[in-house]
């Protein structure tokens, strides 16, 4: 008896052990803090660990798996780079698994916004209406400054002046992004053809949009060239098909492939 004692007792001990010591890893909730900055922020699970977390705009991952080593995930570049639309994001813990993961609430973000955040950034985009003191660049709104260096605007029209004083024309690069000016330096925004070839730059920013972009409803995907692709394509492990205007097609049967409502190949 007194041996079923000591064993019942060791049993319970090494349980309450185990409840008291077993690692809680789950994360309560995950949400977006948009002010200065596009931060993915969530709970901090109970015991420490790292975290994975992807962010997708519409039903399609953008950029990879990042790593945070704490609760919170700068997302502006990434939400810059890839323009206006519904963004959420997914994370778990590293030591818990993706079995753990969270999903977060669907933010929209749209062209002033993220102008807001390149304007943050940099200070020399078309969305600056000051001037930066830690650049050379300053922005004037409705006057044609001889003396002004980068962005000014004039009547809603954007233009860049370089540092030689002349204008900027046809493709000029500002801040890794590209943007088209006609011949008398005016920034153009939405479709354009060019040597024969279309393109498209978001509005109201100018940017030429690279990877997966929302244009009127409707899907694209632009090379690094700055033209949209056609046919089949393959994105992160699954097949899209764009028609001959480069819009990607939905529920519908191509090549005798089945496409679902999100674009993608059934297989």
Known sequence: MKKLILIFSL????????????????????????GDKALATWDETEDKTKYKVQ???GNKKVGS???????????????????????????????????????????????DAIAEYKKKRSGTTPSSNN??????????????????????QTNNTWHYRKADGTHATNWFMVNNLWYFFDANGNMLTGWIENNGNKYYLNQPNGDM????????????????????????????GHWYYLDANGQMVTNTTIDGYNINQDGVWVQ
Not at 13 to 25: E, K, N, P, Q
Not at 131 to 151: D, L, Q
């Open 11 to 34: 049993l319970f001990s090494l349980f309450m052990s185990m409840s008291v010591f077993a690692a809680d890893y789950s994360i309560g909730s995950a949400s977006w803090d948009v």
């Open 55 to 57: 962010l997708y705009k």
């Open 65 to 111: 798996n990042n790593a945070a080593s704490s609760e919170k995930y700068d997302f502006t570049k990434l939400i810059i780079d890839n323009g206006a639309g519904n963004y959420h994001f997914k994370v778990y813990p590293l030591k818990g698994g993706p079995s753990m993961t969270v999903d977060s609430d669907i933010e929209y973000f749209d062209y």
């Open 131 to 152: 001037t930066n003191n830690n650049t050379n660049s300053t922005t004037s709104t409705g006057t044609n400054n001889a003396t002004v260096t980068g962005w000014y």
């Open 209 to 236: 949009p690279v990877g997966w972009a929302l244009i009127n409803d409707k899907w694209y995907y632009f090379e690094e060239s700055g033209l949209y692709k056609k046919g089949w394509i393959e994105y992160n």
